[in-house]
């Protein structure tokens, strides 16, 4: 049963964004692109910071005995730590060799891109965009699993992170290829294309991760690690741009309510008895 809700919370953030990018306007996809962009910053920084890095040192602190007693390595705080800070700067050098977009930036976003910048951003026929958001779904489905295999709320509330973040992401992509050229019919399937890889991480870390159980607390901590480069150098950064106040007020209601939906998930999953 676990491996199913990994299949489905895996496919389950691309097929949502490609569904949102196949009826919506580019216009009014790049507006939806904005805000999601907020609650986006909101829901991985609750999830991270509230739910994944504490179960990490919760099940650690668990499985301390059963790791002694087979001779691994017990997890400490100073390790998970040293996790967190190493997970923040492989993902850092992953953008760095674009291996790691995680693209919202599109001409007409507000932020005063050139005319040709997102030809520029989608390189020869999308490739780019294909392989940087194939990485970053594929780490998003071993991510997925990592949480299911250590429990079933946190494995929902951080699908549910993931899939909202792919939203804007894929949305971002889409309006990047339209107007780099490609096709609707083209673009969502690069869309579809790169979200199948999340569903092959997931199952493959369904099968590497499970025999592993001790090395779990350091999955969950480089899950966190990835969730907050993601909001803190990429989406709080697109929120710093000088604003109206309505449109600061805006932003500010957006994230509170990415936090208020991590909460209200969690809080209704364990009523449910996941």
């Known amino acids: ?132 958001d194939g990485v970053h779904n594929f780490c998003d489905g071993v991510i997925i699993a990592a949480a299911f295999l250590a429990n079933p709320t946190l494995g929902f509330v951080t699908a549910l992170a993931v899939a909202m973040h792919e939203i804007p992401q894929e949305a971002g992509d889409y309006i990047v290829l339209l107007n780099a050229g490609l096709s609707r019919t083209r673009a969502l399937a690069y869309n579809l294309l790169s979200g199948a890889a999340a569903v092959i991480g997931g199952v493959l870390g369904y099968y590497l991760v499970g025999p592993f159980e001790y090395l779990l607390p350091y999955l969950l901590v480089a899950a966190s690690s990835s969730f907050i480069y993601v909001a803190v150098a990429d989406l709080l950064p697109q929120l710093q741009k000088r604003l109206s106040w309505r449109e600061t007020a805006a932003q500010v209601a957006w994230l509170l309510a990415g936090l208020g939906l991590i909460l209200l998930a969690r809080e209704l999953l364990h009523r449910s008895g996941h």
């Open 1 to 132: 049963m676990t491996l199913a809700y990994i299949i489905i919370a895996t496919a389950a953030g691309g097929a949502l964004s490609v569904l949102i990018a196949a009826t919506l306007t580019v216009g009014l996809l790049g507006r939806v692109v904005r805000n999601l962009v907020s609650l986006s910053a909101g829901v991985l920084l609750a999830t991270s910071l509230l739910h994944v890095l504490p179960e990490a040192f919760e099940h650690a602190v668990a499985g301390a005995a059963e790791a002694s007693a087979a001779g691994h390595h017990r997890p400490t705080p100073a390790t998970l730590f040293a996790t967190l800070l190493a997970g923040l700067l492989f993902f850092w050098l992953l953008e760095k060799a674009e291996l790691y977009r995680h693209m919202h930036h599109h001409e007409g976003d507000g932020h005063d891109h050139h005319h040709h910048f997102d030809a520029q951003q989608a390189g020869r026929g999308g490739l780019a965009v294909l392989v940087g």
